[in-house]
C-alpha cells in the first residue's frame, strides 16, 4: 500500500496536502463568512434556493435507492460476510455498540426538533406560506384533532427513520468493509479501489477524502449551532442568563474544550464513556415524560404511529411534491433532512465503521438501521406526543397550551421546556429535569463533536485509527470556530445553507462508495460468502 503521510516534523502522521488544502478551504469560507456577513448571507439563501429547487427530485431518490441496496444485503447470500477476516468477531459489546450509535448518530437533533416539528406538523395555520403538513392534508386529516396528531408523529418519524439511517448504513458499511476485509484505509479513498486500484492514493482519493472533511466541519458545525441556542435557552430558565448570541459564542468554547479532550482521550475511554452515559440521563428524562405524561395516551399513538408509518413509509419516500405549497414544504424539511443526512453519513459513517469491525454485513445493517431508528420512534413519540396531548386537551380549546405559538414564532428551543413545563410543572422537580436536558444538550454534542473530530484526522491521516492528538485539538477547535461564525453570519438559515450545500457533492460520493461496495461484494470468492462454523 502506498503511504504518503509525513514522517516527520509538524504533520507527522497526517497527509499533508490533503490537511493544508482542507484547512485552508475551511480558512476562506471563515474569513468570507466573518467578513462579509452581508454578502454570506445573501449568497447563504440564493445557494440553498438553487440547490433545493434543483436537485429534490435527486435527493429523494437517491436516498431511496440506498435503502433498497440496504434491503439487499439484508436478505441476499452476501450478509454473511464479515467485517474483517473470516474469524473476527466485535470489539465491543452490543450495549457499548448500540449506545455509540445512536449517540453519534443522532445527538442534538432529537432534542431540538423533537417537541418543535411534530407540533409544526400538527398545526394548521399555514404560518410560513405553505401548509404545515400536506401528508396529513391528503390523509383527509386538516383539522387539529387525533388523526392530524398520528399523522403529525408519522411525518416526524419518516424524517428520523429508515430512510435516514439507510444513507448511515451504506457509508459505514462501505467504509468498514473495504477497510478491514480489504485492508485499505479507513478513509472515503478506498471505495474507489474497484473503480481505480492503487490510483486511491492520488488526486481522486485526494478529493474523495477532502469533501468527506468538509462534511464532517459543516455537520458537526450545524449541530453545533442548533444545540447551543437550545441550551442558552435552558440556561436562561435555570440562572437567569440571558440567551443572546454572546452566551452562544461562550457555550461553544466550552463545549468545543470538552469535546476536544474528550477526542484526544480515544474512543475506548472519553467518548464510549459520555455515550453510556448519555444513554442512561437519556432513559431517566424519558421516563419521566413517559410516566409524568399522559402513558396510555402514549402507549397508544406509539401503536399508531408505527403502523401508519409501516404503511406509508416507502410511499412517503417517493412523493414528489409538485405544487407551489406542498413544493415550499418539501424544500423546507425533507430535502433539509436528506441533506442533512448526507452531509453527516462521512464522519457517522466512518465513525460506525470504526466500532463495528468483526460484524456481518447483515447484523451491522440490521443493527444500525432498526435500533437507533426504533430508539429514536421511542424518544420523538414520548416528547412530541406530550406536546401534542397538552395542546389537544388545553383547558383554554384546542391549540391554546402555548407551545404552537412558540414554534410558530420560531422559537424552537423553548418548545422543549415548555412541553416539559406541562408535564412537571416549574418548580423544583421542573428545574431538575430542565437541567437534566440542558446536560443531554451538552454531552449529545460533545459525542458527536469529538467522534467528528477524530474521524476528519483519521481521513486525513489516511485511516489511522489513533491519529495525532496534536490535530484531533486544531481540528476541534476548527469546528468550534466554524460553528461561531455561522451563528454570527446568520443564525439557524446559514447553518442549514451550509449543510445542504455540503451535502449534494457528498451525495455523489456516497453514490461511488455504493457502487464501489457492491462491485466488490460480487467480486467476492464462494468461500468468503459462507459464515465460518463457530468452534
Not at 91 to 101: A, P, R, T
Not at 220 to 236: D, F, I, N, P
Not at 378 to 392: H, K, M, P, S, T
Request: aromatic share 14%; net charge neutral; charged share 10%.
Amino acid at each position: 500500500m502506498v503511504t504518503e503521510l509525513a514522517q516527520g516534523g509538524f504533520f507527522q502522521g497526517m497527509h499533508r496536502g490533503m490537511t493544508i488544502c482542507s484547512a485552508v478551504l475551511v480558512l476562506a469560507f471563515v474569513l468570507f463568512t466573518g467578513f462579509q456577513s452581508e454578502t454570506a448571507s445573501v449568497l447563504f439563501g440564493a445557494t440553498r434556493t438553487w440547490i433545493e429547487s434543483t436537485f429534490s427530485g435527486y435527493y429523494l431518490v437517491t436516498v431511496m435507492l440506498l435503502l433498497t441496496v440496504c434491503g439487499f444485503i439484508v436478505f441476499s447470500k452476501y450478509g454473511n460476510v464479515r467485517l474483517g477476516p473470516d474469524d473476527s468477531r466485535p470489539e465491543f459489546s452490543n450495549f457499548s455498540w448500540f449506545s455509540m450509535l445512536f449517540s453519534a448518530g443522532i445527538g442534538i437533533g432529537i432534542l431540538f426538533f423533537g417537541v418543535a416539528e411534530p407540533i409544526f406538523y400538527l398545526d394548521n395555520t399555514g404560518g410560513f406560506g405553505y401548509p404545515n403538513n400536506p401528508h396529513a392534508d391528503m390523509a383527509g386529516a386538516a383539522a387539529i384533532g387525533y388523526e392530524r396528531a398520528i399523522d403529525a408523529l408519522r411525518v416526524t418519524v419518516f424524517h428520523w427513520g429508515l430512510h435516514g439511517w439507510a444513507i448511515y448504513v451504506i457509508v459505514g458499511m462501505s467504509l468498514a468493509y473495504f477497510a478491514y476485509r480489504k485492508q485499505l484505509p479507513l478513509a472515503l479513498r478506498s471505495a474507489l479501489y474497484p473503480f481505480i486500484g492503487d490510483r486511491i492514493f492520488g488526486a481522486w482519493g485526494h478529493l474523495f477524502d477532502i469533501l468527506g472533511v468538509l462534511g464532517c466541519v459543516f455537520g458537526v458545525a450545524t449541530s453545533l449551532g442548533l444545540g447551543v441556542s437550545q441550551m442558552a435557552v435552558g440556561l436562561e430558565r435555570l440562572m437567569g442568563i440571558a440567551s443572546g448570541l454572546s452566551t452562544q459564542l461562550v457555550l461553544i468554547a466550552v463545549i468545543s474544550f470538552i469535546s476536544i479532550v474528550s477526542a484526544v482521550s480515544g474512543v475506548r475511554r472519553g467518548i464510549r464513556i459520555i455515550s453510556q452515559m448519555n444513554i442512561w440521563v437519556s432513559v431517566f428524562v424519558v421516563g419521566v415524560f413517559l410516566i409524568g405524561g399522559p402513558t396510555l395516551w402514549l402507549f397508544g399513538a406509539f401503536g399508531e404511529t408505527l403502523l401508519d408509518y409501516a404503511i406509508n413509509f416507502i410511499p412517503m419516500g417517493l412523493w414528489f411534491a409538485d405544487e407551489p405549497g406542498t413544493v415550499d414544504w418539501q424544500q423546507a424539511w425533507t430535502i433539509f433532512y436528506w441533506g442533512w443526512w448526507l452531509a453527516w453519513a462521512p464522519f457517522v459513517g466512518l465513525f460506525i465503521a470504526r466500532i463495528s469491525k468483526g460484524r456481518t454485513l447483515r447484523e451491522f445493517v440490521l443493527g444500525v438501521l432498526f435500533v437507533p431508528t426504533l430508539l429514536i420512534f421511542v424518544w420523538l413519540v414520548i416528547f412530541g406526543g406530550n406536546a401534542i396531548y397538552q395542546e389537544l386537551y388545553a383547558s383554554g380549546g384546542v391549540g391554546s397550551a402555548g407551545i404552537i405559538d412558540l414554534v410558530n414564532a420560531w422559537e424552537l428551543p423553548a418548545a422543549l421546556f415548555a412541553a416539559a413545563d406541562g408535564i412537571v410543572g416549574t418548580g423544583t422537580f421542573g428545574w431538575i429535569l430542565s437541567a437534566l436536558m440542558v446536560f443531554l444538550l451538552m454531552s449529545w454534542f460533545v459525542t458527536s463533536s469529538d467522534s467528528g473530530t477524530l474521524v476528519l484526522t483519521t481521513i486525513l491521516s489516511l485511516g489511522d485509527e489513533e491519529p495525532p492528538r496534536r490535530f484531533r485539538v486544531i481540528w476541534g477547535v476548527v469546528i468550534g470556530l466554524v460553528a461561531a461564525t455561522l451563528l454570527m453570519a446568520g443564525g439557524l438559515k446559514a447553518l442549514q445553507t451550509a449543510l445542504i450545500a455540503a451535502a449534494l457533492p457528498l451525495s455523489v460520493v456516497i453514490l461511488v462508495m455504493t457502487t464501489g461496495v457492491l462491485i466488490s461484494l460480487f467480486g467476492e470468492s464462494r468461500r468468503s460468502l459462507v459464515a465460518p462454523k463457530k468452534s
